[in-house]
């Protein structure tokens, strides 16, 4: 299949997590990225660790698939030559340093658009560009306390969500607002600077939470494993295991309050409202009934009435999936030092392609400066 961005050059100078997912979105889509990185040590993810395989950081194979690492140091006279050039060629170049630091650099956005009037910059920052925190540096788990969603996360304290949410979300953002760009320029002709934050992107995610807040005033709470406003939607324990029940509609209560042995008419209950009003002794109830069989035994008879339900699954459960597999989730690339490796794979198909993402080949996480030659090389030869 032809890749769908093949003639798109992206210059990433990010690291960590944000940025380089967002760049790491662009090349699944089949954009060249070339990946600058300091000469001593490079992107800082490559420390992160245990675990290392081979010393490698799993969490910098994590974020940087479908790349090309080259090495430059931006202070240097020879960096920002090396830099300059690769500007000219690029169509999309992604930082995320503290704000002021390109700048200083000599890359300001005034220079990175003299260089190349059409260049797309997507600038990620922790807290915005501007405004009177917008120089503070960031971080996932700060942006998840300080954006909110810590307040709302867990039982009795605030608690982190288990993934880099607030990370991914910016890098996700990022490459949405730098693709609308793109397309902008192919009618303009010009580029512009796309930016976003971990704070926009983890207000931006809000929902029904923030809207509780803004339009009705009322202070989101914390409540476990259960939706805040809607019930009953959770976790319920069983006989032997744990098991997880969505009742997201009248339609879906009046199937499912029999199963479990309660009157769907039942006042307490009637109506989502009124569910949730009276939680406690709704979740009480599916649990002692829940209680007399196994997980399995409950999934089965679920399923069979349309009910969405399902279970807790760990991460080894995940990829041993079936399902997870027939999504073409897992790539498999050729690591040079590794070998035969599978990652977790982009999360879009295409009509085209039975596998994830949009290229023809998926590229190993580039080792540090592994393509130092061939990009300088291809620099020169035009």
């Known amino acids: 299949m032809q890749n769908l961005l093949s003639d ?3 210059v990433d100078l990010t690291r960590a997590l944000a940025g380089p997912h967002a760049a790491m979105m662009l090349g699944d889509l089949g954009a060249r990225v070339i990946k600058v990185e300091t000469p001593n040590g490079g992107d800082d993810s490559r420390g992160w660790g245990p675990p290392f395989v081979a010393g490698e950081s799993t969490y910098y194979l994590s974020a940087n698939r479908n790349k090309e690492s080259v090495t430059a140091d931006l202070k240097s006279d020879e960096g920002k030559e090396f830099l300059t050039k690769l500007v000219r060629k690029a169509d999309i170049l992604l930082e995320n340093f503290r704000p002021g630091v390109l700048d200083r650099l000599g890359f300001s956005t005034e220079r990175l658009h003299e260089l190349n009037p059409g260049l797309v910059i997507l600038s990620i920052t922790g807290f915005g560009h501007d405004g009177p925190e917008g120089g503070r540096a960031g971080y996932d788990q700060i942006a998840q306390g300080e954006g909110g969603l810590m307040s709302i996360t867990g039982e009795t304290e605030p608690t982190k969500v288990g993934a880099p ?3 991914l979300l910016a890098g996700m953002y990022g490459a949405y607002g730098a693709l609308a760009a793109l397309h902008e320029r192919s009618i303009t002709g010009k580029g512009r600077v796309v930016r976003t934050s971990l704070l926009a992107s983890v207000v931006g995610v809000h929902a029904f939470h923030g809207t509780r807040w803004t339009v009705a005033h009322e202070l989101p709470q914390r409540v ?3 939706h805040a406003q809607i019930a009953p939607y959770g976790l319920f324990r069983t006989q032997d295991d744990i098991v997880q029940v969505a009742i997201g509609s009248e339609g879906l209560w009046r199937l499912f309050a029999p199963i479990v042995g309660l009157d769907p008419a039942d006042e307490r209950f009637a109506a989502n409202s009124a569910r949730v009003a009276h939680r406690d002794e709704l979740t009480a109830a599916i649990e002692e009934a829940f209680a ?4 399995d035994f409950w ?3 679920l399923a069979d009435k ?4 399902g279970k807790v699954r760990d991460f080894q459960q995940v990829y041993e999936w079936e399902q997870t597999r027939s999504q073409g989730l897992l790539v498999e690339v050729d690591h040079p030092t590794l070998g035969r490796i599978q990652l977790p794979g982009p999360p879009l198909r295409f009509d085209d392609n039975p596998y994830a993402g949009a290229r023809e080949t998926n590229l190993a996480p580039p080792r540090l400066g592994e393509h130092n030659e ?3 090389a291809w620099l020169d030869s035009e």
């Open 165 to 167: 949410i607030v990370d």
């Open 306 to 309: 349309g009910i969405p339900a």
């Open 374 to 376: 061939s990009v300088r």
């Open 224 to 226: 476990g494993n259960h």
């Open 292 to 295: 007399a069989k196994s997980a």
């Open 299 to 301: 999934l089965e008879r």
């Open 8 to 10: 798109v050059v992206v």
